[in-house]
């Protein structure tokens, strides 16, 4: 397995306890890696495990066989604080939903994010604002999600994700909710963007417009 990864799931499995007392095996003896400024799709029927094995790379669960290593830092070694910290410097996150906080201007959610970090607010409002802007939502910074369309809370979701210049983004069926336009727009701003930083993008979805903007298609299952 190549050592150059950002990203790397070695061996990694899941097995689900039932209330009923078995277990759902959905990951098996995966291995994944990630190179530098690399786009991956990974694709799979629904219920193939595709949401499960992002929420483990992502660090956001730990699998109950394998390791996930981040540069050469194994994810789930490491305390619960320096994981949380890597996950809100290290990686943005996107989902199918896009999570926006109602009470609050886009670019406020933006800013929440670097907040978390423990990033600047001068210099992280410079770049919310910019990213903002390039998405298409000049004019919009204090518009609530009930005043933006689906497209466009999605692209500020997508702002929010980039905005601490994450090395990994993690998307989870990001174009699930939108309309063909909308859906090539976020996947064109989010692969310039991340390309441009050197960063990587793991995204998991059965959408054939994802698999078609990504550098290598792993199908799961
Ligand atoms: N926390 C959990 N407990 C039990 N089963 C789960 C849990 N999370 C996911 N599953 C099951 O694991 C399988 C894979 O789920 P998921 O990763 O969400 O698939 P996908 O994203 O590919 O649709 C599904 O059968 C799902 O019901
Ligand atoms: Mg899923």
Known sequence: MASEGILRGEGLGMAFKLPTGGELRVLQDLDVCVS?????????RSGAGKS?????????????????LLQDEDLY????????RIRSRSFGFVFQAHH??????????????????GQGRTESEERARELLDRFGLSGRHDHRPTELSGGECQRVALARALINRPSMVFADEPTGNLDLQNAEQVLDSLTAVVRESGGSVLIVTH??????????????G
Do not use: C, K, Y
């Not at 670019?107 to 970090?117: C, D, G, H, K, M």
């Open 36 to 44: 530098p400024g690399e786009v991956v799709a990974i694709t799979g």
């Open 207 to 220: 959408d054939p417009r994802v698999t078609g903007v990504a550098d290598r298609v792993i199908p799961l």
């Open 52 to 68: 499960t094995l992002l929420h483990i790379l992502g660090g956001l669960q730990a699998p109950s066989e394998g390791r996930v």
């Open 77 to 84: 070694s490491v305390a619960q604080a320096r994981r949380a």
């Open 100 to 117: 926006l906080l109602p009470g609050f201007g886009a670019l406020e959610n933006v800013l929440l994010a670097s907040r978390i970090a």
